[in-house]
C-alpha cells in the first residue's frame, strides 16, 4: 500500500482508537533509535527526512503514536509540526486537521 497523504480525520474509529490508546512522549534517544531500527540503510530518503524532523526540533517535547495499520505518526506541539511515516512505504508532514487531533489527544480527548 503506497501512501501519498495521510488524514488523521479520516480514519476510522478502531484506527483512531489504537493511535490515542498509544500516544506517548518520546525522548530523542529512543526516537533515533527508531529511526536507526526503521530506516537502517544510510541512502533511504526517509531515514534522512526522519533524522531531519529530529533536528529541526531540539529540545522539543515529541508525542509519538501508532494506528492499527502501523501508521507512525510524530507530533510537536511547541512548533503545531508533525509527519508520520509508515517503513518503506511513505511519508509526508502532518496535515493541520491531524496537528488538531494529536492535541486533543495529547489532552486526552479526542
Not at 490515542?20 to 530518503?45: C, H, M, N, Q, Y
Request: aromatic fraction near 10%; glycine fraction near 8%.
Amino acid at each position: 500500500m503506497k501512501f501519498e497523504k495521510f488524514d488523521l480525520e479520516s480514519l476510522d474509529k478502531d484506527r483512531l482508537k489504537a493511535a490515542a490508546e498509544s500516544i506517548r512522549t518520546i525522548g530523542v534517544e529512543e526516537l533515533k533509535a527508531l529511526g536507526e531500527e526503521l530506516f537502517p540503510w544510510a541512502d533511504d530518503p526517509y531515514r534522512e527526512r526522519f533524522f531531519q524532523f529530529i533536528a529541526e526540533n531540539p529540545g522539543a517535547t515529541i508525542h509519538h503514536a501508532v494506528t492499527s495499520d502501523s501508521v507512525n505518526v510524530l507530533y510537536c506541539r511547541e512548533k503545531d509540526k508533525g509527519m508520520w511515516f509508515v517503513p518503506k512505504t511513505g511519508m509526508g508532514p502532518l496535515q493541520e486537521r491531524g496537528r488538531k487531533i494529536m492535541k486533543a489527544m495529547i489532552r486526552g480527548s479526542p
